[in-house]
């Protein structure tokens, strides 16, 4: 589909014939991405994470990183990675695309009498009016993707809410691997898929997921935060995260010098921003020390022992910290990422913190090796060679330097008389909104109005219709 | 499974057909996606038998774009077993997309419309999925469709 310039007009709504705009949302626990279908990327990118304030919920970056009186930062996903608040999930969906792609839809209640009490004809018609803002998919299909694990009852509830609430005329919703896969050429592929809350491993076999084979764990890229953090409070001094929310002003210091920095204080506020606003700031210093520090053993040597004494003494990085504080790091930041494949160089959080409750120990068989072992396992002997030969790794976690070539060292040392082949996109947006594009293409097909769930089959069938329809 | 819809023309099955009754029949038919996008059609039919014709011809498809255009083919594997067991041939359905020199987008309307081809040719033996041209190589192709017993 071409590209409007601004001279185009916005093109009607066909859902049956060519033209079809229709949205597509790929929500995930770090952020939730919408766009126009037939799009290169998301248009809109917004934080799963909202602030909670005087019993509202806020979206988008630019309103909660607003430091508040006693603000919270809430998301509305388990850890697992699925729908818990289906509330807030609604409404941070109906945000990322409603706030930056389709715009507020006109209505009667916003147009006749908003402003004029007068002029209300009678409360209850003018109730039923005003509940049409809710219609706000009318003129776009829904394409979402979803966790592979996603249970049956969340696909019928994301359909229900699409079709009944805000009025969309069609839907679909796919597995998000096997987006990953079909973006990459691969109709069979053995999935990897890094994410914020869950690492996963999925086989894909002729285009279908095969669920036995999905296994997944904790170490995602949250849990890789969460190494970072026990990583500094073990460090030699322990080292605090001051965000840069907190940053009034700072003098350049020396390498391993305490920071002189000037701090804000919050006295304005009756009560300072929650733990949980603080923790979403550390997250962003954390987010950019995963960007520079962040690297993967090379296979060869083995980590453990040999290896952290090599990267003691040659490969040092810098990272200097908001308020101004700098240091080195050396084999630390090679072995935070060794835990996703040796559990054993796994550092315990301090005891009775939050990372500690949520991030423990991992099992061999938790890591990416361990998983992967155990979804080959659950699939059938003359498929294996297939997979081996085709490993798709996505996700933003996997962006993390060296992480795909260590992921092919493992496996070739692990199925030696194999043929082993791991391919990541190299383009990080392809990684980061692999399903998302995946999604965007085929919706943008104009001959895929024969997939789409319409809203008549929904009304015929009830929301069962999605087991059916969408495999 | 999202599949793109796409349809597949009459041509594409009845050149199929035509490939399985043998006797000096095509050896191979390669397949692409018309350019608008609507349907799976037959690019070209050959009676070369050497595979690497087939393969250059293959690997050399380009999108009016100039990046490599992916390509579903069918190719009569022919070989002799060892023991002097006698000729045999499978027929192969090939789906070759270069995961390095395609669009994203072909990449993914090819491997998600491979499935309706697929489905649509009624007696393919092997199914083969390359994604590089040195996913390509007769050896391996002829080892799989054998079982490894073929001697050449």
């Known amino acids: 589909m071409a590209a409007l310039t601004s001279k185009d007009e916005p093109r009607t709504a066909e859902y049956a014939g060519d033209e079809v ?9 770090a952020s939730t ?21 005087q019993d509202a919920c806020l979206f988008g970056d630019h309103v909660i990183d607003v430091p508040r009186d006693n603000v919270e930062i809430r998301n509305p996903y ?13 409404k941070l969906w109906k945000y990322s695309f409603a706030s930056k792609l389709t715009g507020i839809r006109p209505n009667k209640a916003l147009q006749e009498w908003l402003n004029d009490v007068n002029a209300v004809p009678n409360l209850q018609k003018a109730m039923a009016d005003a509940e049409d803002t809710e219609r706000a998919l009318e003129d776009h299909p829904l394409f979402m993707s979803e966790p592979n694990w996603n249970p049956i009852k969340n696909r019928e509830k994301a359909i229900e809410i ?5 009025a969309a005329p069609a839907f679909y919703i796919s597995k998000s691997s096997v987006l990953s896969a079909f973006s990459m050429g691969k109709s069979t592929a053995l999935v990897i898929d890094i994410g914020a809350s869950q690492l996963s491993v999925a086989a894909v076999h002729d285009g279908m997921i095969l669920r036995k084979s999905i296994t997944r764990s904790h170490l995602g890229g949250n849990y890789i935060s ?15 995260i001051n965000p840069h929310y907190m940053v009034k002003a700072k003098q350049p210091v020396d390498a391993g010098q305490p920071a002189n920095a000037i701090l804000k204080t919050f006295d304005q506020f009756k009560q300072p921003p929650q733990t949980s606003y603080h923790r979403y700031q550390e997250e962003k210093t954390i987010l950019e020390f995963k960007e520079v520090c962040l690297q993967t053993w090379a296979s060869g040597t083995s980590f453990r022992g040999q290896g952290e004494a090599i990267a003691r003494e040659q490969y040092a990085h810098p990272f200097e910290f908001p308020d101004g504080y700098n240091q080195t790091f050396s084999s630390d930041r090679f072995k935070i990422v060794e835990t996703l494949f040796d559990a ?8 009775g913190s939050l990372d500690a409750q949520y991030y423990p120990a991992p099992e061999q068989n938790q890591t990416i090796p361990g998983l992967v072992k155990l979804c080959i396992n659950q699939c059938d002997v003359d498929l294996r060679p297939m997979l081996l030969a085709s490993v798709v790794i996505t996700g933003s976690a996997s962006l993390i330097k060296g992480l795909p070539d260590r992921i092919q060292g493992e496996l070739t040392r692990m199925y030696p008389s194999t043929k082993v082949r791991v391919n990541a996109a190299g383009m990080p947006v392809e990684r980061k909104f692999g399903s998302w594009i995946g999604g965007s293409i085929v919706a943008s097909l104009g001959t895929f109005h024969q997939m789409w769930i319409s809203k008549k089959e929904y009304e015929e069938h009830g929301a069962s219709i999605v087991e059916k329809r969408c495999k | 499974m999202p599949v793109s819809g796409l349809s597949v023309n009459p041509d594409c099955v009845s050149a199929f057909n035509e490939l399985k009754l043998g006797r000096g029949g095509p050896k191979y038919i390669i397949y692409k996606i018309s350019d608008d996008q609507k349907e799976i059609v037959v690019d070209e039919i050959g009676n070369e038998a050497d595979y690497d014709v087939f393969r250059e011809k293959l690997v050399g498809k380009k999108e009016k774009s100039g990046k490599d255009r992916p390509s579903y083919a069918i190719y009569d594997v022919e070989f002799e077993l060892e023991g002097g067991e006698g000729k045999r041939s499978k027929i192969a359905f090939i789906t ?21 081809l697929k489905n649509a040719l009624n007696g393919i033996a092997m199914n083969w999925q390359a994604n590089d041209p040195g996913e390509l190589e007769w050896a391996d192709l002829l080892k799989e469709a054998s079982k490894g017993k073929a001697v050449s």
């Open chain 1, 33 to 53: 991405r919408a766009g126009f279908a037939g799009e290169d990327a998301p248009k809109s990118i917004v934080p799963s994470n909202y602030a909670f304030y």
């Open chain 1, 226 to 240: 969460s190494q970072i953090r026990s990583m500094l409070a073990t460090h030699d001094p322990p080292i605090t």
């Open chain 2, 96 to 116: 070759y997309i270069n995961q390095d020199s395609t669009g994203v987008k072909s990449r993914m309307v090819y491997a998600s419309s491979r499935e309706t």
């Open chain 1, 162 to 166: 699409a079709l009944e609430k805000w």
């Open chain 1, 21 to 29: 705009s229709a949205i597509v949302l790929d929500p995930g626990y």
């Open chain 1, 344 to 351: 054993q160089c796994h550092s315990p959080s301090p005891a």
């Open chain 1, 78 to 90: 388990s850890r697992d990675g699925i729908v818990e608040d289906w509330d807030t999930a609604e």
